[in-house]
């Protein structure tokens, strides 16, 4: 996809919140954020330049540390997007005139705790107390 507008991640509310934080973010080779510590609202928001939302995936990264992630969701505006999502799991996934691309695509990690998949950050499902 191209034109991402904005990424947004869920880390936990319950215990590890500390966990995102200093994490990287990345749309392709273009390094557009770091997160800070969680909001209220368990979430945060990374804004990336337009020269930098041209990208086919994203990475985020934390070095040294675990990263406690529970939804990650990529939003493109819906004039951008070549081939709309065929399933949306909760309406959480239509932000006005953006759509979550990332939605059941392809996830990978380095390493795996506690059964904590990957595929389970794009699974739609953005609760963050377990």
Known sequence: SSGINAEYGWGRTDSHAERLEGARL???YHRCGTLEKKTDAGYQEVKCSEAQSAARYVTIEHFNQYITLCEVQVMVADTMIDVEPNEM???GEIHGNYTNVAIRKSASQN???ASGEASRAVDGWTLTHW
């Open 111 to 113: 390493t795996i705790h």
């Open 89 to 91: 799991v909760s309406n």
């Open 26 to 28: 990345w749309l392709g």
